[in-house]
């Protein structure tokens, strides 16, 4: 299972961003998707997650900016940043869990994608 992370840029505040975190490999349940970010000198702190029960969860300063979601066909979720502020300038990193067709359960992550929002 491979996890491809993309999106990142820079922005100034104010803009959009959307990240992508495409999930491949011989996958039977995307069980999961977890979004964190990672400021500078800072601790990794989740931003967002999202279930296959259907349950979203947001980081309190995220709220009703950010929004995750899934493309069902592509296996991809999605992180859809609006209204971004210089404090959300971070290495994103997704983590999923997945279960894979011989029905093991992993934990997995992409490589980060870097998020500059200017002021």
């Known amino acids: 299972v491979q996890l491809q992370a993309s999106g990142g840029g820079l922005v100034q505040a104010g803009k959009s961003l959307r990240l992508s975190c495409a999930v491949s490999?011989?996958?039977?349940?995307?069980?999961?998707v977890f979004w964190y970010r990672q400021a500078p000198g800072k601790q990794r702190e989740l931003v967002a997650s999202?279930?296959?029960?259907?349950?979203?969860d947001y980081l309190e300063s995220v709220k009703g900016r950010f929004t995750i979601s899934r493309d069902n066909a592509k296996n991809t979720v999605y992180l859809q940043m609006n209204n971004l502020k210089p404090e959300d300038t971070g290495t994103y990193y997704c983590?999923?869990?997945?279960?894979?067709?011989?029905?093991?359960?992993?934990?997995?992550w992409g490589q980060g994608t870097l998020v500059t929002v200017s002021s």
């Open positions: 999202w279930r296959n029960s259907g349950v979203l």
């Open positions: 490999g011989s996958i039977y349940s995307l069980n999961r």
């Open positions: 983590n999923a869990g997945v279960t894979d067709r011989r029905s093991r359960v992993g934990d997995y």
